[in-house]
Structures are given as C-alpha cells and as structure tokens.
C-alpha cells in the first residue's frame, strides 16, 4: 500500500509544482506589461519635461500650464493602443503631434488670454504678495470660464518667475508672488512701485 500512496503524493507534488509554474509564468507576464506601460509613461514625461524647458527658453509664454489639464485622456489612450516596450520612439512622436496640434488649438483661441496674463493681471491689482491659493481662488471668480489645478497655477506661476515677471517671495513653508519692479512696466495698471 505505500506504492500507491507514494505515487499519489507525488502526483499531487507535480500538480502543485505545475500550478504554481503556471502562475509564476502569468505573473511574470503581467508584471513585463506593467513595466511596458510605466516605459512609455517615462517616456512620455521626459517629452513633456523637454517642451517645457523649450518654451522657457523662449519669450513667448507656454501654452502648456493650461493644456496640462487635458493631458491624461491622449497619454492614456495611447498606453492603452500600445502593449509593448517598443513603442518609445511612438510615443515621442504622438506626444510631438498631439502638442503641435494642442500648440495650433491654442493660437486659434487668440480671444481666450493666457493663464500666465490673467495672473499677471491679477497680481497687478495687488500692493503685496499673494499665495498661489488665493490667486487661483480671485481667478475662479473674476474668470468662471477658467478652471486650472491648484498645480497648474502654481507651475504657471513658477514659469513667471523663471521668465522674470514676477518674483517669488519664500517665508518657512509659504510661498508668495509679486510683480516686483520687473514685472509692473508692462503690467496692467496697478498701484505703482514704492
């Protein structure tokens, strides 16, 4: 009797060991298209990173603070196109087309101001530095057209600055912007530097 027990027991071993091949392998499967996935969205990032150094190195403003908004509907619909981890040089490509056309979306709106204008505006009318938090908040009310991210302000406004038209004010963990005396020549009119 212990020959047919053995030979059930290792049957049962070698059924057991199978399954779990089986789901090592669907795993391992599983995990490669995840990693795919986070490629492409690395990928995509590093574009998005590119074109924003591009445009502040230019004078004219970005199109992206306002743009960033509508971006996870096209990045998601292309990683869902795309399976494998080939498709980087695609996704730089798509990323190229989808922000020239959202770049042409943008100049065909010519009556709809820049999100960087309005807060430079909106700075204008203030004699000292206002948080992020309350730029946004005075937008939302003056504008109700407009809806930006906390995020998306606060990067505008960290465009600004880098382009030196509004200054950044740090005190502990708060930060707050200004015109400064750079930004007012060109500003809407406000009250005047003291």
């Known amino acids: 009797m212990t020959s047919p027990s053995t030979a059930t027991l290792r049957s049962r071993y070698a059924e057991q060991a199978a399954s779990d091949l089986a789901e090592n392998r669907r795993r391992q499967q599983e995990l490669g298209e995840q990693l795919a996935i986070l490629q492409q969205e690395e990928a995509l990032l590093l574009d998005i990173l590119a074109l924003a150094e591009h ?4 004078g004219e403003a970005p199109p992206l603070p306002e743009q960033a908004q ?9 990683r ?4 494998t981890g080939r498709a980087r040089s695609g996704t730089a490509a798509h990323t190229a087309r989808a922000g020239s056309a959202r770049g042409a979306a943008v100049r065909e709106q010519t009556h709809r101001p820049l999100l960087g204008d309005l807060l430079t505006e909106l700075l204008a009318g203030h004699s000292e530095p206002c948080l992020a938090k309350d730029l946004r ?3 939302l009310l003056k504008h109700p057209d407009r809806e930006p991210t906390p995020q998306v302000v606060r990067n505008t406004l960290e465009s ?3 382009k030196g038209r509004i200054r950044r004010h740090k005190e502990q963990r708060s930060v707050a912007y200004d015109l400064g005396a750079g930004g007012r020549p060109g500003a ?3 009250p005047a530097a003291g």
């Open 55 to 58: 445009y502040q190195g230019d």
């Open 137 to 139: 908040d005075e937008l």
């Open 188 to 190: 809407a009119p406000g």
């Open 80 to 83: 869902r196109r795309s399976g």
């Open 160 to 162: 600004l600055v880098a």
């Open 70 to 78: 509508e971006e996870p509907v096209p990045a998601r619909a292309a």
